[in-house]
């Protein structure tokens, strides 16, 4: 099966330190049920953060994965982390997404840890998607962001939301492509936004926004085109699928707004990543991203390694083919055989034992010896070595 059937994303949150990477996973976590126990960000508690030494630290020094499930898509969490010493972590974290999620504070807009990190995904042409977050706080602006990605980061932003209120007023957004709004009535996280009519005092920018954003998306589709110019219905699921295209060809990047913390905007946020970033297959093939066929030999990258109690775990990417419980197969760089004992999908607060990972899947393997971050898993058959990021490279300079 191509893997590009698959409803799967593997994505990462990049952000800029204290932006809300940390508030905005743990909601996603949340939202998806995967976790109801959630305590507030800095008592420790945070799922993604394994690491003692990064509870302690209040930052995210290393990548871990773990799944979620979003109206019928398998939702792969990659951690990246925030802090810019940790560039060689932040590249192979991206090494192995499919789509970013770039988190912005609303306050102070772009920063320069969020520009390293935008560029580094330049570099890996990882599709994205916008969340200016903290539109509570005081100060915060989103129409301000919006135009500093434009400005700073070099991008088309492609607006999808209008906030309605500001401030501690900030309590939903008006939804463009539907033309509807979504508002939070109270800070419990378990309540669903309610979905009325845009609010009369929006309703004017709103239609001009709108028609900007239909703009922007009618450009990637040519039956969208024409049925624009005819002042046609354009079916909302036809607009959808134009944003995906146009987010994959780096066209635009959609920009979402909320407040992770007040619980507003996070499932838009999901729907976002479904409806919006690429599925495995969706994605070129490169020499370090093979095809993702399973039925090709396998390709998988390691990407971090981490503990459970006295296993060792080694998070893998797979590329291509298959991997299962039992295998035996190639380190590449080590030049050794190596066998998969067990291999598990990594969720908020269980690890489920699976037989099976293939193309397109990350999956933590326990059993491996000798493998490194950055190995190459292949086939006996097929030996195929994939970039290796170990060496620091020079941060780059945005300035
Ligand atoms: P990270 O460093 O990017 O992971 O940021 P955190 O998620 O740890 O958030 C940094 C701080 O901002 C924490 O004190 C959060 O509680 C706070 N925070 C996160 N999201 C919001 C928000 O939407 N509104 C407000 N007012 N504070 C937020």
Redesign the pocket.
């Known amino acids: 099966m191509n893997s590009n059937d698959r409803n799967l994303r593997n994505i990462g949150v990049i952000?800029?330190?204290?932006?809300?990477?940390?508030?905005?996973?743990?909601r996603i976590l949340f939202h998806t049920g995967e976790n109801h126990r959630i305590g507030?960000?800095?008592d420790g508690s945070a799922r993604m953060d394994f690491d003692p030494q990064e509870r302690q630290r209040?930052?995210?020094i290393d990548s871990a994965a773990v799944s979620v499930q979003w109206k019928g898509a398998q939702i792969n969490i990659i951690d990246t982390p925030?802090h810019i010493d940790f560039n060689v972590e932040v590249r192979r974290a991206l090494r192995v997404l499919d789509g970013a999620v770039v988190?912005f504070d609303?306050v102070a807009g772009v920063e320069p840890q969020t520009e390293t990190n935008w560029r580094l995904a330049d570099g890996y042409g990882v599709p994205r998607i916008a969340f200016v977050?903290?539109?509570?706080?005081v100060g915060a602006d989103f129409r301000r962001v919006v135009s500093m990605i434009g400005e700073r980061l070099g991008v088309k932003a492609l607006v999808l939301q209008l906030p309605i209120g500001a401030e501690g007023g900030f309590r939903g957004v008006v939804d463009l492509l539907a033309m509807r709004s979504l508002v939070w009535p109270h800070d419990d996280a378990s309540e669903p936004p309610q979905v009325g009519a845009v609010p009369p005092e929006l309703l004017d920018l709103a239609v001009r926004e709108r028609e900007r954003l239909l703009e922007a998306v009618v450009e990637q589709d040519d039956e969208l085109l024409l049925a624009y110019l005819n002042g046609q219905a354009l079916p909302v699921e036809a607009l959808r699928r134009a944003i995906r295209k146009g987010v994959l060809a780096q066209a635009f990047v959609p920009v979402l707004g909320?407040?992770?913390?007040?619980n507003?905007g996070v499932e838009p946020l999901l729907d976002a990543v479904v409806d919006f970033l690429p599925r495995p297959g969706d994605l070129p093939a490169t020499e370090n991203r093979p095809a993702a066929d399973a039925r090709a030999p396998l390709a998988a990258l390691a990407f971090k390694l981490a503990h459970d109690g006295h296993a060792g775990m080694v998070f893998v990417r797979v590329y291509s083919g298959r991997l299962r419980r039992g295998d035996t197969v190639l380190n590449t760089v080590t030049g050794r055989v190596e066998r998969v004992s067990r291999l598990y999908e990594v969720h908020a607060d269980e690890r489920i034992d699976i037989d099976e990972a293939q193309a397109g899947d990350i999956v933590a393997v326990v059993g491996l010896k000798d493998t490194l971050t950055g190995h190459t898993l292949s086939d006996r058959a097929h030996p195929v070595q994939l970039e290796t990021i170990s060496v620091p490279e020079p941060v780059i300079d945005v300035a």
């Open positions: 952000a800029h330190v204290d932006a809300g990477k940390t508030t905005v996973t743990e507030e960000v800095h209040g930052i995210t925030g988190v609303g977050n903290k539109l509570d706080r909320g407040s992770a913390y007040r507003r």
